[in-house]
């Protein structure tokens, strides 16, 4: 069985950064592809970016491209999103997801994944 766990996130200021880091456990993630969706109030989940199992591709939705950044460490079975230029309109719970045996834009087009975390808040203030 595994898990994911995410962290990193909290209350910043429009313009502002944050990095969040998605920790894998229980069992290796090492071939799975793995990503960052979110989910606003009010509004369905929606992908961010994800990441493939090497490290070698990765994808982003159009709203964050050019200030999100997605990456991975395999050692330490860990993904992050350093996020940059953060708007208002980036406030959400984002979630982490990993899938395995898949692309990264094939991911990034599914709703169902085989391991979700428990979400971490990101509010940007305007």
């Known amino acids: 069985q595994g898990q994911l766990v995410e962290s990193g996130g909290g209350l910043v200021q429009a313009g502002g950064s944050l990095r969040l880091s998605c920790a894998a456990s229980g069992r290796t993630f090492s071939t799975a592809a793995m990503g960052w969706f979110r989910q606003a109030p009010g509004k369905e989940r929606e992908f961010v970016s994800t990441?493939?199992?090497?490290?070698?591709?990765?994808y982003y939705a159009d709203s964050v491209k050019g200030r999100f950044t997605i990456s991975r460490d395999r050692a330490k079975n860990t993904v992050y999103l350093q996020m940059n230029s953060l708007k208002p309109e980036d406030t959400a719970v984002y979630y982490c997801?990993?899938?395995?045996?898949?692309?990264?834009?094939?991911?990034?087009?599914?709703?169902?994944?085989?391991?979700w975390g428990q979400g971490t808040q990101v509010t940007v203030s305007s």
């Open positions: 997801a990993a899938d395995r045996f898949t692309t990264v834009q094939a991911m990034a087009a599914r709703s169902n994944h085989d391991y």
């Open positions: 990441i493939s199992w090497n490290g070698d591709y990765t």
